[in-house]
């Protein structure tokens, strides 16, 4: 295992190109913009602080929002903010499905199992998305569910401090299948660490994933490289024997369906 440096710098306008994600005083890790697969809309979440909604001497508070813009000729434009949740509630990290009829997002509306919950909408044909869903007890604790990342369509990964893991944010995987869910697996212990494991992204060709974490030194945020499957290292030694729950629901191939998410 080994460290990459992300680039650690604040968004100075409303769209990032830097697809990595990158880091800023408000929220720590952010992660990058999703696009659909035809390159053509992108989603991405901006924190601002504002007046709550009780309260005349409160303090501002910081509120998540969902924007959606359009790529017209190479340029991003048209970016329009999501009702996703009620307002004063936020909605953040959002991935969209490859078919771009769905968005994946977290969000801490009322109604969350505990804090931020991790919830799917519906993109209509027009560009407007139907009702928020909660993905429910599968996925959603009492505590932080953060950062979705669709892979492969179906396999949806997540960051949760709610269940017992390695310490902290912990990744895991579920997947999404025929409107349904299964029981979300902790990706283990060569992928997961006793800090914030926030997000990770897989490349299957060389059997690597890279991991979003603070497990640095004095917590630095930084990106890491993890083998696994089956691989050897030099030494005949698996990297990766233990963790055998990410290699099986990566090899599933099945196909969720349009609509809106409802567990049966």
């Known amino acids: 295992m080994y460290s990459q440096n992300t ?8 769209v990032t190109h830097a697809m990595e994600g990158n880091l800023s005083t408000l929220d720590g890790y952010v992660p990058s913009m999703t696009v659909t697969q035809d390159g053509q809309t992108a989603y991405f979440s901006k924190a601002t602080y504002q007046k709550p909604l009780t309260g005349v001497f409160s303090k501002k508070e910081l509120i998540h929002e969902i924007y959606r813009a359009e790529n017209i000729n190479g340029e ?5 903010k999501m009702e996703v949740c009620p307002k004063y509630a936020s909605a953040k990290h959002p991935t969209i499905s490859d ?3 769905r968005l994946f997002f977290a969000s801490n509306m009322r109604g969350s199992y505990g804090k931020y919950d991790i919830y799917v909408a519906e993109v209509k044909p027009d560009g407007s998305l139907g009702v928020s869903k909660n993905l429910g007890p ?14 492969n369509g179906t ?30 697996v902790n990706l283990g212990d060569h992928i997961n660490s006793d800090r914030d494991d ?15 974490s603070n497990r640095g030194q004095n917590h630095t945020i930084s990106q890491y490289t993890v083998a696994y499957g089956h691989a050897k290292k030099e030494d005949n030694r698996y990297v990766a024997d233990r963790d055998t729950n990410i290699q099986t629901a990566m090899n599933t191939t099945q196909e969720y369906t349009s609509t809106s998410y409802e567990d049966k």
């Open 155 to 184: 396999l949806l990964f997540f960051a949760s401090e709610g269940r017992d893991g390695f310490g902290g944010l912990d990744l895991y995987a579920t997947q999404v299948v025929l409107n349904t869910l299964t029981p979300s």
């Open 138 to 151: 599968k996925v959603n604790t009492k505590e932080d569910e953060l950062y979705p990342n669709l892979y």
């Open 198 to 212: 926030y997000a990770i992204q897989l490349s299957p060709e060389k059997g690597l994933g890279f991991v979003v």
């Open 76 to 80: 991003w434009k048209n970016v329009t």
């Open 7 to 14: 680039n650690a710098q604040m968004d100075k306008d409303l």
């Open 99 to 101: 078919d771009g009829k």
